[in-house]
């Protein structure tokens, strides 16, 4: 890929995006070559499939590929840069690995620059093993961070309730799904079977959540923004703590 697209010179990044990086329309920007930017942001998307860590990166710059300006070409670079530094990690599967299912979700409150939506992150483990993730934008502006975070957790619990579908198929089955959230807000909404007038315009929908957690199929609980792996899905974190701690959680660069 590096060779591919004439960066395989270019010097190794620590970080896939600096939390300095504010991507927006540009429209005074210098336009790039549509076809090339495209062609680099898919090359990237086929490697979110097993590099994790710069999902949200190639996400958030895959936003803008109607019509790409040079800040969105050099924040595309430095994912490759980021890359090429990197080629060390990988996920880590190792032989009799539990089948205990937990689901991490995270939502970065009107993070985009653009229009000011939330951006919604999930991962899954089995055991200790990094099974499936994704970072989306949601489709409605969150009035709160609470709606926010209590979408993301929505949308964990549809992938919990698929996952715990597919172990039946080979003949596992887990009586509920621990869904790991940081934000407490969202957590007490879940158990509240009161809808207070705060939450009247959150979409009907989003409330299949409560219904499931009431129900026993899954179940939701507390962890710290710090211990919150889905918060690489959601943001640009800082290099020197953060980042690399949720990335060590993540993938393994085979010494283990």
Same mark, same amino acid.
Request: proline share 3%.
């Given at each position: ?112 620059? @653009? ?52 172990? @039946? ?66 943001? %640009? ?10 990335? %060590? ?8």
């Amino acid at each position: 890929m590096l060779k591919k697209f004439g960066l395989e010179d270019f010097m190794p990044m620590k970080n896939p995006m600096s939390t300095e990086t504010k991507l927006m329309k540009d429209e005074e920007g210098e336009s790039v070559n549509n076809t090339k930017y495209r062609g680099m942001i898919g090359s990237l998307l086929y490697l979110t499939a097993s590099r994790p860590d710069i999902m949200f990166s190639v996400c958030l710059c895959a936003r803008f590929q109607e019509n790409p300006k040079t800040s969105h070409l050099e924040a595309v670079k430095c994912i490759f840069r980021y890359v090429k530094g990197t080629t060390h990690l990988r996920l880590w599967y190792p032989k009799g690995s539990g089948i205990e299912t937990i689901v991490y979700a995270d939502s970065d409150y009107a993070g985009d620059y @653009v229009d000011r939506k939330s951006t919604s992150g999930i991962c899954t483990f089995i055991g200790c093993c990094l099974t499936s993730w994704f970072s989306k934008k949601q489709t409605a502006l969150a009035i709160f961070t609470t709606e926010a975070e209590y979408v993301s957790a929505e949308k964990a619990c549809q992938h919990a309730l698929w996952m715990k579908q597919t172990l @039946v198929d080979y003949g596992i089955r887990l009586d509920d799904i621990p869904i790991i959230c940081d934000n407490k807000g969202s957590i007490d909404l879940s158990k509240n079977p009161v809808q207070h007038s705060r939450t009247k315009h959150i979409e009907i929908r989003h409330h299949f959540l409560r219904d499931n957690v009431q129900k026993g199929n899954i179940s939701i609980e507390k962890v710290s923004s710090e211990d919150n792996i889905a918060d690489i899905l959601t943001k %640009t974190l800082k290099i020197n703590v953060t980042f690399n701690y949720l990335t %060590t959680s993540q993938v393994n660069d085979g010494t283990n």
